[in-house]
């Protein structure tokens, strides 16, 4: 399996990005969301991927974030969800955006995703919601860059989720305090 990439972005266009890692040109499909979040062309890069392997070709997706990468993980799974579908959801909608869509079952705000029916939308709610489980809670500010850097760091979303519990979200501590709490708390518990 193949984590990430972390190379020179060579090339970027629609829907896809090439990165040069030890002379070896990687053609990685991303999202929208991630293709804003590129660097310029010749600038290092790092990709979260994932591999989907078919009969006719290996394709490799990748994600500016963990979070993408395990909501698209999530979404493969449900049925009538494709790595192509997957990716124009992400594309679409942001993961707080695509997780509040999911806590409240709102389907119509599910298929503004293009190629995404009214029943492909019921079945990604349903199953997401309990897929999901607690992790519906969207954050925001310094919160949010704690949950991110310790999704970097390789913790799963329950493992952050564990480690956050009881932060508190008063917003007078700052991001670098919050994260040595959290990170103390790892593997607690």
Do not use: N
């Amino acid at each position: 399996m193949i984590a990430f990439l972390e190379g020179k972005l060579a090339e970027k266009g629609a829907g896809r990005a090439v990165v040069s890692v030890g002379g070896t040109g990687y053609e990685v499909m991303i999202p929208a969301s991630t293709a804003g979040k590129l660097p310029a062309v010749g600038k290092p890069a790092r990709l979260f991927t994932r591999l989907h392997v078919r009969d006719d070709a290996m394709v490799l997706y990748g994600f500016a974030t963990q979070d993408e990468r395990e909501l698209f993980d999530l979404l493969v799974k449900v049925s009538g969800v494709g790595p192509k579908v997957a990716l124009a959801f992400l594309s679409a909608l942001s993961p707080g955006a695509l997780r509040r869509a999911v806590a409240a079952g709102d389907v119509a705000a599910l298929t503004i995703v293009p190629g995404v029916g009214k029943k492909v939308a019921q079945r990604v709610a349903l199953d997401l919601k309990d897929r999901l489980d607690g992790g519906l809670i969207v954050l925001e500010g310094p919160l949010a860059d704690v949950r991110e850097a310790l999704l970097s760091l390789g913790l799963s979303a329950q493992e952050a989720s564990d480690a956050m519990a009881g932060l508190p979200a008063d917003g007078r501590r700052g991001t670098e305090e919050l994260l040595r709490e959290a990170l103390q708390r790892v593997g607690r518990g």
